[in-house]
T-cell receptor, first 114, second 111 residues
Framework: AQSVAQPEDQVKVAEGNPLTVKCTYSVSGNPYLFWYVQYPNRGLQFLLKYITGDNLVKGSYGFEAEFNKSQTSFHLKKPSALVSDSALYFCAVSGSGGYQKVTFGTGTKLQVIP | SQTIHQWPATLVQPVGSPLSLECTVEGTSNPNLYWYRQAAGRGLQLLFYSVGIGQISSEVPQNLSASRPQDRQFILSSKKLLLSDSGFYLC??????????FGPGTRLTVT
């Protein structure tokens, strides 16, 4: 069975500092990996994905993520955090090939302090 | 571009009453469609998914059912709501195993 772990329930970072939100996964075969962001009382918004190719993936709003196959990780990063980045972030994984169910992590609350 | 709609945005229903939540997608055809429930603003629970008209897969046995009467319409229903059905319901669409696009959600409170 596939799974996703987001080990940090909450991350706090000062505005202007770099941020990292951690994610590790387990899946059979090659993974498809995703990051989503959710603002209060809103649906999830897709940020970025890794399907194949370059291990460093760039996405919306200046976010990027690095796929590390040996560590089975897909950490979300941003060089300089904004207060408006404060939200709930979800990592997700699915298997490749045909239709595969997507498994979401439990979410990490990011708080950017002015 | 594609758009996904959900309604209503909020709903307060008494225990034992029926439920119908609707989701529609515009700007795409034959999407995969999903219903999720999010409790306490955290983890997502996949309730149902559909890969085509009339094709519904249930992930969790429960008090809810889903139907897909048209290609871009997905309905979540219940005949009798329970207190435990309260939550934030999210509809999403996607293709194969790729990213999903979520609607704005429906906040359901069962009293």
């Amino acid at each position: 069975a596939q799974s996703v772990a987001q080990p940090e329930d909450q991350v706090k970072v000062a505005e202007g500092n770099p941020l990292t939100v951690k994610c590790t996964y387990s899946v059979s075969g090659n993974p498809y990996l995703f990051w989503y962001v959710q603002y209060p009382n809103r649906g999830l918004q897709f940020l970025l994905k890794y399907i194949t190719g370059d291990n460093l993936v760039k996405g919306s709003y200046g976010f990027e993520a690095e796929f590390n196959k040996s560590q089975t990780s897909f950490h979300l990063k941003k060089p300089s955090a904004l207060v408006s980045d404060s939200a709930l972030y979800f990592c997700a994984v699915s298997g490749s090939g045909g239709y595969q169910k997507v498994t979401f992590g439990t979410g990490t609350k990011l708080q950017v302090i002015p | 571009s594609q758009t996904i709609h959900q309604w209503p945005a909020t709903l307060v229903q008494p225990v034992g009453s029926p439920l119908s939540l609707e989701c529609t997608v515009e700007g795409t055809s034959n999407p995969n469609l999903y219903w999720y429930r999010q409790a306490a603003g955290r983890g997502l629970q996949l309730l149902f998914y559909s890969v085509g008209i009339g094709q519904i897969s249930s992930e969790v046995p429960q008090n809810l059912s889903a139907s897909r009467p048209q290609d871009r319409q997905f309905i979540l229903s219940s005949k009798k709501l329970l207190l435990s059905d309260s939550g934030f319901y999210l509809c999403a669409w996607g293709r194969r195993s790729y990213e999903q696009y979520f609607g704005p959600g429906t906040r359901l409170t069962v009293t």
